[in-house]
C-alpha cells in the first residue's frame, strides 16, 4: 500500500499555480520523474516551471493550444516562449487529441459528438485540468516527445495557470486506452 497527499483547491484556477508547482516538484524527486508535460499558451507556466523546478534534473515539455484555436484565445506570448526555450523547455504546438480535431470539424458541421468529445467531456468530470493533463500527454507522445509506458507528470489548468497535476503512464493517441493515471497530485474540489 502507498499512501500519497493530494492537494485539492477550494476553487479552480491560475491561482493555484505556484502551490501545483510545489506539489509537482515534491512528486517528482520522489517517484524520480525525468519529464514534465505542462499546458501554457503565453508561456507564463513553462517559465513558473523552470523556476520551480531548476534543482531537479526534469525535462519539461510545454504544450500550447493548436494554432487553429489562438484566434478565439490567445496566442502565445513569443518572447516568453523563447525565454523558456533559452532555459531548455522544449515547446509542442499541435492538433489536440480530445478536442480541436478533424472530428470536431465534422460535429461543427454536421452535428453529433465525436468519440473523442466524448472521452473530453467524461474528464470534465474531474476538472478542465484533468482533461487537459491527459490530452497533453498523448499529444507530447504523438510527437516523440515521451515515450510510451513512460511516467511522467502531467500537469493542466482551468483557463490559465496549473491546478492539476497527475503522474501518468504515457501513450499514443492510437492507443489512448494504454494510458494509466498513476496518482493525483492536485486537482480543484
Known amino acids: 500500500m502507498i499512501k500519497r497527499e493530494i492537494i485539492f483547491f477550494e476553487k479552480p484556477g491560475a491561482g493555484n499555480t505556484q502551490t501545483t508547482l510545489e506539489a509537482v516538484r515534491e512528486r517528482a524527486k520522489l517517484l524520480e ?10 508561456g507564463d507556466t513553462a517559465l513558473k516551471a523552470v523556476d520551480s523546478l531548476k534543482e531537479l534534473d526534469v525535462k519539461i515539455i510545454a504544450v500550447t493550444l493548436h494554432a487553429g484555436t489562438w ?4 496566442e502565445p506570448d513569443w518572447d516568453k516562449v523563447r525565454e523558456a526555450e533559452n532555459l531548455g523547455v522544449r515547446f509542442l504546438t499541435a492538433t489536440h487529441t ?3 480535431n478533424i472530428e470536431s470539424a465534422i460535429r461543427e458541421k454536421f452535428g453529433g459528438l465525436p ?5 473530453a467531456h467524461a474528464l470534465y468530470c474531474f476538472s ?5 493533463a491527459i490530452e497533453i500527454t498523448t499529444m507530447a507522445a504523438d510527437a516523440n ?17 496549473a491546478d492539476t497535476a497527475i503522474v501518468v503512464k504515457s501513450a499514443y493517441s492510437t492507443n489512448f486506452f494504454d494510458l494509466k493515471v498513476r496518482e493525483i497530485i492536485a486537482m480543484p474540489r
Request: proline share 2%.
Open 33 to 42: 520523474i525525468k519529464k514534465v508535460v505542462l499546458a501554457t499558451n503565453s
Open 115 to 119: 468519440d473523442s468529445e466524448l472521452i
Open 128 to 132: 478542465q485540468g484533468m482533461k487537459v
Open 71 to 74: 484566434k478565439a484565445h490567445v
Open 145 to 161: 516527445l515521451i515515450s510510451p509506458g513512460e511516467e511522467v507528470i502531467a500537469m493542466g489548468g482551468t483557463s490559465q495557470g
Open 98 to 100: 480530445l478536442m480541436g
